[in-house]
């Protein structure tokens, strides 16, 4: 564990390490988490003042990169002690009223995804304990879901009226999560178990319609039957993101089917290797992808978090096989990461979900997990 202790102190330089793109909110606030649990002495009040700035400007009130995402971590810092719980009555008061505006509009216009709509403002409330605001989110996506036989699911309104997304980032898996931890809360329990049953069982429907080595497509069009087959490892879309929604389903129902389901998909994941994971790449550059949201780091943490639960060797090994490509990659003194795929973009950044603050989590939570249990509740990856 000494080697990861050298690497989280080369995280820790970048992220002290003034920049002028620091007010942005999704790079500044990966300093800020990352220095929050590995280095607290450290912390940037300026940074964190800049992105406070910042996000009373903001209008997506994002999960990932707006308001939202910065009420979370305000949040985690005063329960850290970092912040005066005093910040935290105001907080409260403008959250509620600006939130509530959103959760009616969310409602109105479908959406329902985690970043950006109704997924993202319940975790939100969940973890400020206003469980009234819960509940009306739990309704209103019960509103909207669409049925078919035993099967309930939602539409990307977004994107599409006839596209099912199934991946954790955007689609049925994070309905699956939020539900897990309204029923596990008491919150509209009744209906939060009736949603859960009927949409796992949509999801596990979906298993098998991919080629090899895949199990679940990352989409479906409702009106063709025409599935998006998966053909990478990532925490966003495919088969980890699939079986992290499952765990969390079960372990809140009580209910070892469903656990079952999500460990065999992790130990299916696990005999896929490097060049069956189309982890992006760039030969120009010479890198790969590290980054949480689609790169080797997301697919360490999903292997580890899964042993964490099940102390299953197969995912431990899985789990050190993504550590040690992620680690190759921090041997740069450059960490590079994808901004533009198509036009091989790569550049340095601090962002938590596809930037080196994300790794430095996902490297922290090997070393010490007791004090690392929560980061990644916005990921819905806190299965542990």
Same mark, same amino acid.
């Given at each position: ?164 997304? @199934? ?23 009744? @209906? ?193």
């Amino acid at each position: 564990m000494i080697i990861l202790k050298e690497y989280l102190d080369k995280i820790q330089a970048k992220c002290i390490t003034p920049s002028t793109d620091d007010h942005y909110i999704q790079l500044g606030l990966g300093k800020i988490v990352f220095l929050a649990h590995y280095a607290p002495d450290l912390l940037s009040y300026d940074v964190l003042e800049q992105v406070v700035d910042t996000s009373t400007r903001d209008s997506t009130h994002s999960l990932c990169s707006g308001s939202l995402a910065v009420a979370l971590l305000i949040r985690d810092l005063c329960a850290k002690e970092l912040l005066d719980p005093s910040e935290l009555a105001e907080l409260n008061d403008s959250a509620d009223r600006i939130y509530q505006q959103e959760i009616t509009r969310h409602t109105i216009n479908r959406e329902y995804d985690l970043f950006t709509g109704l997924v993202g403002k319940g975790i939100y409330f969940l973890a400020a304990r206003n469980d009234a605001l819960v509940a009306t989110i739990v309704r209103a996506l019960d509103t909207f879901k669409l049925q078919d036989e035993a099967h309930y699911y939602w539409l990307d309104s977004v994107q599409s009226a006839t596209k099912c997304d @199934l991946g954790l980032a955007h689609g049925v898996p994070s309905i699956v999560a939020f539900l897990a931890d309204c029923y596990r809360h008491g919150i509209e329990a009744e @209906l939060s178990r009736k949603l859960l049953t009927h949409t796992v069982a949509f999801l596990l429907a979906q298993q098998g319609k991919p080629a090899a080595p895949y199990l679940f497509p990352t989409g479906l069009n409702t009106e063709t039957g025409a599935v998006a087959p998966s053909s990478r490892l990532a925490w966003c879309y495919g088969d980890l993101g699939v079986a992290a929604a499952l765990w969390r389903a079960g372990s809140a129902l009580q209910c070892p089917q469903w656990q079952e389901a999500a460990l065999a998909i992790m130990l299916q994941a696990s005999e896929i290797s490097l060049d069956q994971a189309n982890v992006f790449s760039s030969a120009r550059h010479g890198v790969l992808d590290t980054g949480f949201c689609h790169g080797t780091a997301g697919i360490a943490h999903l292997f580890h978090r899964f042993y964490q639960v099940t102390q299953r060797e197969e995912l431990l090994r899985s789990a050190h096989y993504w550590l040690e490509l992620t680690l190759r990659q921090l041997d740069r003194d450059e960490l590079l990461f994808p901004v533009d795929v198509r036009n091989d973009q790569w550049v340095e950044h601090s962002g938590l979900l596809e930037g080196y603050a994300g790794v430095g989590m996902v490297l922290l939570t090997f070393l010490e997990p007791a004090a690392c249990a929560d980061w990644d509740t916005s990921f819905l990856t806190n299965i542990a």
